[in-house]
C-alpha cells in the first residue's frame, strides 16, 4: 500500500463529532481577527445566498464571519488618502486572516475556502452580482453588529469602523452564534449630514446611484467612463478639457495602488460603538467642530449624473464644493436587471408631482410583465400587469435595452414596431426622468 494512502487510513474516522464551536473561535482570534461568529449554511438569515456559496464552496457547513478593526483617525481624516491607505492595509489584512484561518483548518483535514474581502471579484458577472459571499448579512446573522442607517454594519464595541471577512469550513459545530437583540446604531443623522451627495435620507432612504457615482467614481462604471472619454477624445487636448490632470492622477493612483474611495465620510463621523461613543457623549460640539465639520466644509469635486437628485442637492447643500456630471456607466444588460435596477437608480426628488401606473410587456429573447407604480415619490415594481395602466408600453427586449443605453432612438424603434406606446407618451419620458 502506498504510504499516503496508509496515512489517510490511519487518519480517517467513520463519522466527525460537531467541532466546538470555542476551539474555531479560538483559532479565528489567533490567526488575527478582532471579534468572530458563525453560521450555518442552513440559517434561515441567509437563505438567498446558499445556492451561490454552495456553488462556489460545495463543502460549506458553516461560515465563519469575522471582523477587523480599522484605525478611526485615519478614517475620519479630511485628507483622503489616509482613509484609503487604511482601507487597504486593513483590507489585505483581512485576507490573509482568512487565509491563515484556512490553512489551519486545512492542515488539520478539513475543508476550508474564503472569498475576497472586496477586489478582485468575479468580474465576468459585471453589471450583476459580482461578489461570491455578501459580507454584511452573515456578518449581522453572526451577532458581530446591526446594519446602521448608512448601510454600514455596526459593531457593538468597534462602531462601523471595521472590515468583514468570511470563511466557509466544511464542520458542523456543536453551537452557533446569535444576531444581536440590539442595534448600535444611534440615529443621530450625522451621516445623513456629512453625505456630499445626499445619498442618506433622514427617513432612512438610500439613493444607490449617487453613492456609486461619486464615491465609486475610479471603480468599475466609473473607470468605464473614463475608459469611453479617452476613447471620444480626438487629441490630448480634447481629452484634457474633460478630464483635469489632477483626475488622471488620481487614476493612477488607483490603478497603481489600488481603487480610492472619493468619500466614505459616513464611515469617518458614526460615533456608535462602545469604543467609540464617548468622543461623541462627552463633547458633542467639540466632535462637530473636528469630525464632522471638516468633512462638510471640504473643498472638493462631487460626482453626479446629469439632471439627477444628487446634482440638486450638492448645489444646494454644498455650494462650496465644484459639480461636475459625469456618466457612471450603470448599463443595463438585460431585462431582469432593468426590473431589479430600477429601485436602486429611483429618484424620489425627480418623482415629485408624478403619479402613473405603467405596464411593460418585454417580448423576444427575454420575456418580461411588470407594473411599475410612482406615486407620492415612491416607486413600486411587481411582476405581471396588474390593474389599469396609464401607459402600456410593449417592446422587443433587445431594442428596449438598446433604446436605454441610447444605442438606438426611440423614434425608429417605434416606426418599426419594436416599441409600441398605448396611452400619454409624455408619461415615458416622465418616467426617464426619474431615472436617469
Known amino acids: ?114 472569498p475576497a474581502m472586496a477586489f478582485p471579484m468575479e468580474a465576468v458577472n459585471w453589471p450583476g452580482k459580482m461578489w461570491v459571499i455578501s459580507h454584511k448579512p452573515v456578518a449581522i446573522a453572526a451577532g458581530l453588529g446591526k446594519m446602521g442607517v448608512h ?44 453625505c456630499p451627495t445626499g445619498a442618506i435620507a433622514p427617513d432612512g432612504a438610500f439613493d444607490l446611484s449617487a453613492c456609486y457615482t461619486h464615491n465609486y467614481r475610479e471603480f468599475m462604471g466609473g473607470f468605464m467612463d473614463w475608459v469611453e472619454t479617452i476613447a471620444q477624445a480626438k487629441n490630448a487636448a480634447g481629452y484634457r478639457e474633460k478630464v483635469s490632470d489632477a483626475e488622471s492622477v488620481s487614476m493612477w493612483q488607483s490603478l497603481a495602488y489600488g481603487p480610492n474611495y472619493k468619500a466614505a465620510y459616513c464611515l469617518a463621523v458614526c460615533p456608535a460603538g462602545e469604543d467609540v461613543i464617548a468622543a461623541y457623549r462627552d463633547d458633542r460640539k467639540g466632535f462637530l467642530e473636528t469630525i464632522v465639520d ?3 466644509q471640504k473643498a472638493e469635486t462631487i460626482y453626479v449624473t446629469p439632471d439627477s437628485d444628487a446634482e440638486d442637492y450638492v448645489k444646494r447643500r454644498f455650494p462650496h464644493k465644484s459639480v461636475k456630471r459625469v456618466a457612471n456607466g450603470m448599463r443595463v444588460a438585460s431585462i431582469a436587471a432593468f426590473a431589479r435596477g430600477l429601485s436602486l437608480r429611483f429618484q424620489k426628488k425627480r418623482a415629485a408631482g408624478l403619479e402613473a401606473v405603467y405596464h411593460f410587456a418585454f417580448r423576444g429573447a427575454e420575456r418580461k410583465d411588470l407594473t411599475v407604480r410612482i406615486a407620492n415619490g415612491r416607486l413600486e415594481v411587481k411582476e405581471g400587469l396588474i390593474g389599469d395602466a396609464d401607459l402600456r408600453i410593449r417592446a422587443d427586449a433587445q431594442t428596449w435595452l438598446r433604446f436605454l443605453r441610447k444605442e438606438t432612438g426611440l423614434l425608429r424603434a417605434l416606426i418599426t414596431f419594436k416599441i409600441g406606446l398605448r396611452g400619454d407618451p409624455r408619461l415615458l419620458a416622465a418616467f426617464g426622468r426619474c431615472f436617469p
Open 151 to 194: 448601510r454600514n454594519v455596526i459593531h457593538p464595541k468597534f462602531g462601523n469602523f471595521i472590515l468583514l471577512g468570511t470563511v466557509a469550513v466544511d464542520v458542523a459545530l456543536d453551537s452557533y452564534s446569535r444576531p444581536l437583540d440590539y442595534n448600535p446604531c444611534l440615529s443621530c443623522k450625522l451621516c445623513v449630514a456629512v
Open 294 to 296: 471638516p468633512l462638510k
Open 1 to 114: 500500500m502506498h504510504m499516503s494512502v496508509e496515512a489517510h487510513d490511519m487518519l480517517s474516522s467513520p463519522a466527525l463529532a460537531p467541532f466546538e464551536a470555542r476551539r474555531l473561535r479560538e483559532m479565528a482570534l489567533a490567526a488575527g481577527a478582532d471579534d468572530v461568529g458563525f453560521v450555518s449554511i442552513d440559517d434561515p438569515a441567509i437563505a438567498f445566498e446558499r445556492a451561490e456559496i454552495l456553488a462556489a464552496f460545495p463543502f460549506a457547513k458553516t461560515l465563519v464571519s469575522f471582523v477587523m478593526k480599522m484605525n478611526r483617525e485615519n478614517i475620519r481624516s479630511p485628507a483622503r488618502s489616509s482613509a484609503n491607505v487604511e482601507f487597504h492595509r486593513v483590507g489585505d489584512e483581512t485576507d490573509a486572516v482568512s487565509h491563515r484561518l484556512a490553512r489551519l483548518l486545512e492542515d488539520m483535514g478539513r475543508r476550508a475556502a474564503y
